[in-house]
T-cell receptor, first 117, second 111 residues
Framework: GAVVSQHPSWVICKSGTSVKIECRSL??????MFWYRQFPKQSLMLMAT?????????EQGVEKDKFLINHASLTLSTLTVTSAHPEDSSFYIC?????????????FGPGTRLTVL | DAKTTQPTSMDCAEGRAANLPCNHS???????VYWYRQIHSQGPQYIIH???NNETNEMASLIITEDRKSSTLILPHATLRDTAVYYC????????????FGGGTRLMVKP
Protein backbone atom coordinates (compact mmCIF):
# COMPACT_ATOMS: atom_id res chain seq x y z
CA GLY A 1 0.00 0.00 0.00
CA ALA A 2 0.88 3.66 -0.19
CA VAL A 3 3.34 4.98 2.38
CA VAL A 4 3.36 8.22 4.32
CA SER A 5 6.40 9.08 6.39
CA GLN A 6 6.96 11.62 9.12
CA HIS A 7 10.13 13.14 10.45
CA PRO A 8 11.16 13.27 13.17
CA SER A 9 9.44 10.41 14.96
CA TRP A 10 9.97 12.14 18.27
CA VAL A 11 11.38 15.45 19.43
CA ILE A 12 12.06 17.09 22.76
CA CYS A 13 12.48 20.83 22.85
CA LYS A 14 12.63 23.69 25.28
CA SER A 15 9.70 26.00 25.83
CA GLY A 16 9.77 28.93 23.41
CA THR A 17 11.52 27.16 20.58
CA SER A 18 10.01 26.21 17.23
CA VAL A 19 9.74 22.68 15.91
CA LYS A 20 9.20 21.59 12.31
CA ILE A 21 7.55 18.27 11.47
CA GLU A 22 7.66 16.88 7.94
CA CYS A 23 5.06 14.68 6.29
CA ARG A 24 5.92 12.96 3.02
CA SER A 25 3.93 10.79 0.67
CA LEU A 26 6.59 8.41 -0.57
CA UNK A 27 5.05 6.75 -3.60
CA UNK A 28 2.12 8.92 -4.55
CA UNK A 29 1.23 12.56 -4.94
CA UNK A 30 -1.05 14.30 -2.50
CA UNK A 31 -2.55 17.68 -3.26
CA UNK A 32 -4.18 17.53 0.15
CA MET A 33 -2.79 16.37 3.46
CA PHE A 34 -4.34 16.46 6.90
CA TRP A 35 -2.73 17.21 10.24
CA TYR A 36 -4.13 15.68 13.42
CA ARG A 37 -3.20 16.02 17.07
CA GLN A 38 -3.73 13.37 19.70
CA PHE A 39 -3.40 13.89 23.43
CA PRO A 40 -2.87 10.90 25.75
CA LYS A 41 -5.87 8.59 26.00
CA GLN A 42 -7.83 10.74 23.58
CA SER A 43 -8.87 10.37 19.96
CA LEU A 44 -7.35 12.12 16.98
CA MET A 45 -8.46 15.68 16.45
CA LEU A 46 -8.14 17.34 13.06
CA MET A 47 -6.06 20.49 13.23
CA ALA A 48 -5.84 21.62 9.64
CA THR A 49 -6.04 20.70 6.00
CA UNK A 50 -2.90 21.31 4.01
CA UNK A 51 -3.38 22.25 0.35
CA UNK A 52 -0.58 22.19 -2.18
CA UNK A 53 -0.03 25.62 -3.63
CA UNK A 54 -2.51 27.42 -1.42
CA UNK A 55 -3.17 28.33 2.20
CA UNK A 56 -4.03 25.71 4.75
CA UNK A 57 -7.49 25.50 6.24
CA UNK A 58 -7.54 25.43 10.03
CA GLU A 59 -10.15 23.93 12.32
CA GLN A 60 -11.89 26.10 14.82
CA GLY A 61 -9.74 26.78 17.84
CA VAL A 62 -6.44 26.05 16.11
CA GLU A 63 -4.17 29.10 15.90
CA LYS A 64 -2.86 29.46 12.38
CA ASP A 65 -0.02 31.73 13.50
CA LYS A 66 1.15 29.14 15.98
CA PHE A 67 0.85 26.09 13.78
CA LEU A 68 2.35 27.07 10.46
CA ILE A 69 1.65 24.73 7.57
CA ASN A 70 3.49 24.73 4.27
CA HIS A 71 2.57 22.34 1.46
CA ALA A 72 5.45 23.12 -0.86
CA SER A 73 5.17 20.15 -3.20
CA LEU A 74 2.88 17.30 -4.09
CA THR A 75 4.73 15.00 -1.72
CA LEU A 76 5.65 17.20 1.23
CA SER A 77 3.76 19.11 3.88
CA THR A 78 5.38 20.63 6.95
CA LEU A 79 3.90 21.66 10.27
CA THR A 80 5.88 24.14 12.35
CA VAL A 81 4.93 24.58 15.97
CA THR A 82 6.13 28.08 16.78
CA SER A 83 7.10 29.17 20.28
CA ALA A 84 6.19 25.77 21.65
CA HIS A 85 4.92 25.45 25.21
CA PRO A 86 4.37 22.40 27.41
CA GLU A 87 0.66 22.33 26.52
CA ASP A 88 1.67 21.72 22.89
CA SER A 89 3.17 18.39 23.89
CA SER A 90 1.21 15.85 21.91
CA PHE A 91 1.30 13.18 19.21
CA TYR A 92 1.08 14.83 15.79
CA ILE A 93 -0.09 12.69 12.88
CA CYS A 94 -0.48 13.51 9.21
CA UNK A 95 -2.48 11.72 6.56
CA UNK A 96 -2.81 11.82 2.82
CA UNK A 97 -5.65 10.48 0.68
CA UNK A 98 -4.83 8.20 -2.22
CA UNK A 99 -7.29 9.32 -4.85
CA UNK A 100 -8.60 6.44 -6.88
CA UNK A 101 -6.84 3.95 -4.68
CA UNK A 102 -8.47 0.76 -3.52
CA UNK A 103 -11.03 1.73 -0.93
CA UNK A 104 -10.31 5.43 -1.31
CA UNK A 105 -8.61 5.14 2.02
CA UNK A 106 -6.33 7.64 3.64
CA UNK A 107 -2.82 6.71 4.59
CA PHE A 108 -1.43 7.92 7.86
CA GLY A 109 2.09 8.69 8.88
CA PRO A 110 3.60 6.98 11.92
CA GLY A 111 3.23 10.13 14.00
CA THR A 112 5.61 12.53 15.73
CA ARG A 113 5.70 12.71 19.49
CA LEU A 114 6.50 16.24 20.65
CA THR A 115 7.55 16.89 24.21
CA VAL A 116 8.05 20.50 25.25
CA LEU A 117 9.95 21.00 28.48
CA ASP B 1 -20.77 12.99 8.54
CA ALA B 2 -23.03 10.69 10.52
CA LYS B 3 -22.17 10.08 14.16
CA THR B 4 -21.13 6.62 15.31
CA THR B 5 -21.39 4.85 18.65
CA GLN B 6 -18.96 2.15 19.72
CA PRO B 7 -18.32 0.35 23.00
CA THR B 8 -15.42 1.86 24.88
CA SER B 9 -13.55 -1.39 25.31
CA MET B 10 -13.69 -5.11 24.58
CA ASP B 11 -11.64 -8.17 25.39
CA CYS B 12 -11.05 -11.14 23.13
CA ALA B 13 -9.17 -14.39 23.60
CA GLU B 14 -6.27 -15.02 21.26
CA GLY B 15 -7.29 -17.19 18.32
CA ARG B 16 -10.96 -16.42 18.70
CA ALA B 17 -13.04 -14.12 16.52
CA ALA B 18 -13.31 -10.52 17.62
CA ASN B 19 -16.63 -8.89 16.79
CA LEU B 20 -16.63 -5.11 17.10
CA PRO B 21 -20.02 -3.40 16.79
CA CYS B 22 -20.79 0.09 15.57
CA ASN B 23 -24.07 1.97 15.54
CA HIS B 24 -24.66 4.64 12.91
CA SER B 25 -28.40 5.14 12.92
CA UNK B 26 -28.27 8.52 11.12
CA UNK B 27 -26.22 7.31 8.17
CA UNK B 28 -27.14 8.79 4.81
CA UNK B 29 -27.58 6.89 1.60
CA UNK B 30 -24.29 8.08 0.12
CA UNK B 31 -22.18 7.50 3.23
CA UNK B 32 -19.78 4.61 3.57
CA VAL B 33 -18.72 2.80 6.73
CA TYR B 34 -14.95 2.84 7.23
CA TRP B 35 -12.90 1.05 9.83
CA TYR B 36 -9.43 2.07 10.94
CA ARG B 37 -7.33 0.90 13.82
CA GLN B 38 -4.56 2.51 15.81
CA ILE B 39 -1.95 0.45 17.55
CA HIS B 40 -0.37 2.20 20.50
CA SER B 41 1.87 5.13 19.51
CA GLN B 42 1.38 4.56 15.79
CA GLY B 43 -0.65 6.25 13.08
CA PRO B 44 -4.07 4.81 12.20
CA GLN B 45 -4.25 1.99 9.68
CA TYR B 46 -7.03 1.43 7.18
CA ILE B 47 -8.84 -1.89 7.60
CA ILE B 48 -11.91 -2.06 5.42
CA HIS B 49 -14.89 -0.11 4.20
CA UNK B 50 -18.33 -0.78 2.72
CA UNK B 51 -21.54 0.83 1.54
CA UNK B 52 -24.31 -1.76 1.64
CA ASN B 53 -22.88 -5.17 0.98
CA ASN B 54 -20.77 -7.20 3.34
CA GLU B 55 -17.08 -6.96 2.58
CA THR B 56 -14.08 -9.15 3.27
CA ASN B 57 -10.37 -8.66 2.79
CA GLU B 58 -7.20 -10.20 4.15
CA MET B 59 -7.54 -8.32 7.42
CA ALA B 60 -11.21 -8.50 8.36
CA SER B 61 -14.84 -8.83 7.39
CA LEU B 62 -17.42 -6.07 7.56
CA ILE B 63 -21.05 -6.95 8.11
CA ILE B 64 -23.55 -4.13 7.49
CA THR B 65 -27.19 -4.57 8.51
CA GLU B 66 -29.83 -4.30 5.82
CA ASP B 67 -31.07 -0.95 7.14
CA ARG B 68 -27.41 0.20 7.35
CA LYS B 69 -27.92 1.55 10.84
CA SER B 70 -25.24 -0.64 12.33
CA SER B 71 -22.27 -2.73 11.34
CA THR B 72 -19.82 -5.23 12.81
CA LEU B 73 -16.14 -5.59 12.13
CA ILE B 74 -14.96 -9.16 12.45
CA LEU B 75 -11.36 -10.20 13.00
CA PRO B 76 -11.69 -13.95 12.40
CA HIS B 77 -8.69 -15.13 14.40
CA ALA B 78 -7.49 -12.41 16.70
CA THR B 79 -3.82 -12.29 17.63
CA LEU B 80 -2.01 -10.30 20.29
CA ARG B 81 -0.90 -7.89 17.55
CA ASP B 82 -4.53 -6.99 16.94
CA THR B 83 -4.64 -5.21 20.29
CA ALA B 84 -5.48 -1.63 19.29
CA VAL B 85 -8.15 1.05 19.24
CA TYR B 86 -10.63 0.43 16.44
CA TYR B 87 -12.45 3.37 14.91
CA CYS B 88 -15.71 3.14 12.99
CA UNK B 89 -16.16 6.20 10.77
CA UNK B 90 -19.07 7.05 8.51
CA UNK B 91 -18.60 9.51 5.70
CA UNK B 92 -19.12 10.17 2.04
CA UNK B 93 -16.77 8.00 0.01
CA UNK B 94 -14.39 10.67 -1.17
CA UNK B 95 -10.74 10.19 -0.51
CA UNK B 96 -10.28 13.92 -0.36
CA UNK B 97 -12.38 14.36 2.74
CA UNK B 98 -10.85 14.33 6.17
CA UNK B 99 -11.76 11.67 8.71
CA UNK B 100 -13.58 12.50 11.92
CA PHE B 101 -12.52 10.15 14.70
CA GLY B 102 -14.76 9.27 17.60
CA GLY B 103 -13.69 7.50 20.74
CA GLY B 104 -13.30 4.08 19.15
CA THR B 105 -13.21 0.68 20.83
CA ARG B 106 -10.12 -0.39 22.69
CA LEU B 107 -9.71 -4.08 21.87
CA MET B 108 -7.51 -6.09 24.16
CA VAL B 109 -6.56 -9.53 22.85
CA LYS B 110 -5.51 -11.77 25.70
CA PRO B 111 -3.47 -14.97 25.57
Amino acid sequence: GAVVSQHPSWVICKSGTSVKIECRSLDFQATTMFWYRQFPKQSLMLMATSNEGSKATYEQGVEKDKFLINHASLTLSTLTVTSAHPEDSSFYICSAPLRGGLGNEQFFGPGTRLTVL
Amino acid sequence: DAKTTQPTSMDCAEGRAANLPCNHSTISGNEYVYWYRQIHSQGPQYIIHGLKNNETNEMASLIITEDRKSSTLILPHATLRDTAVYYCIVRVGNAGNMLTFGGGTRLMVKP
